[in-house]
T-cell receptor
Framework: KQEVTQIPAALSVPEGENLVLNCSFTDSAIYNLQWFRQDPGKGLTSLLLIQSSQREQTSGRLNASLDKSSGRSTLYIAASQPGDSATYLCAVSRGAQKLVFGQGTRLTINP | DAGITQSPRHKVTETGTPVTLRCHQTENHRYMYWYRQDPGHGLRLIHYSYGVKDTDKGEVSDGYSVSRSKTEDFLLTLESATSSQTSVYFC?????????????FGDGTRLSIL
């Protein structure tokens, strides 16, 4: 059974810092890995999708990497801003886009 | 934003009553999903659909049924609601089976069963 773990569960950093969020998964047979952002009381917003054949994806200040063999992904956020405060979720696709989610990292950026 | 509408957005009901949640999409995507989100468990897949009248079970399907009679609508039914089904329910859509496009999520339905 695929299990996804995100560490840390919560993170608080001052504005302007670069930071890394971690995601690990137990079964390397994945189709893709997706990072989402969730604001309180809201749905999920897709940030980045990395296909299993790819090593990384970038969007603006965000960079996600994937090491399928070791079952790890990281989300790098550069020059953090208070507006980046949210819960960040990673999920792996098992096919038919059935996603298995981690429990998320709650990020707070302090002005 | 992807055209996904969930209704109702909030519902409070009593144990033993039937409940139906609706997900409506305007994107004409083939795949639709129902997840529930609970503290300590994250999001878990309940059921999904890969076409009209084509559905399959997810990780936590017991106590739930689904129907999809039109491409745009995916219904989740709790035949006899229990307190353990108190949760936030999210609908998601995808345009393909093994796609390079991400899933898009609705804003959720907060369901409380007393």
């Amino acid at each position: 059974k695929q299990e996804v773990t995100q560490i840390p569960a919560a993170l608080s950093v001052p504005e302007g810092e670069n930071l890394v969020l971690n995601c690990s998964f137990t079964d390397s047979a994945i189709y893709n890995l997706q990072w989402f952002r969730q604001d309180p009381g809201k749905g999920l917003t897709s940030l980045l999708l990395i296909q299993s054949s790819q090593r990384e994806q970038t969007s603006g200040r965000l960079n996600a990497s994937l090491d399928k063999s070791s079952g790890r992904s990281t989300l790098y956020i550069a020059a953090s801003q208070p507006g980046d405060s949210a819960t960040y979720l990673c999920a792996v696709s098992r096919g038919a886009q059935k996603l298995v989610f981690g429990q998320g990292t709650r990020l707070t950026i302090n002005p | 934003d992807a055209g996904i509408t969930q209704s109702p957005r909030h519902k409070v009901t009593e144990t033993g009553t039937p409940v139906t949640l609706r997900c409506h999409q305007t994107e004409n995507h083939r795949y639709m999903y129902w997840y529930r989100q609970d503290p300590g468990h994250g999001l878990r897949l309940i059921h999904y659909s890969y076409g009209v009248k084509d559905t399959d079970k997810g990780e936590v399907s017991d106590g739930y049924s689904v129907s999809r009679s039109k491409t745009e609508d995916f219904l989740l039914t709790l035949e006899s609601a229990t307190s353990s089904q108190t949760s936030v329910y999210f609908c998601a859509i995808s345009d393909g089976r093994d796609t390079d496009q991400p899933q898009h999520f609705g804003d959720g339905t907060r369901l409380s069963i007393l």
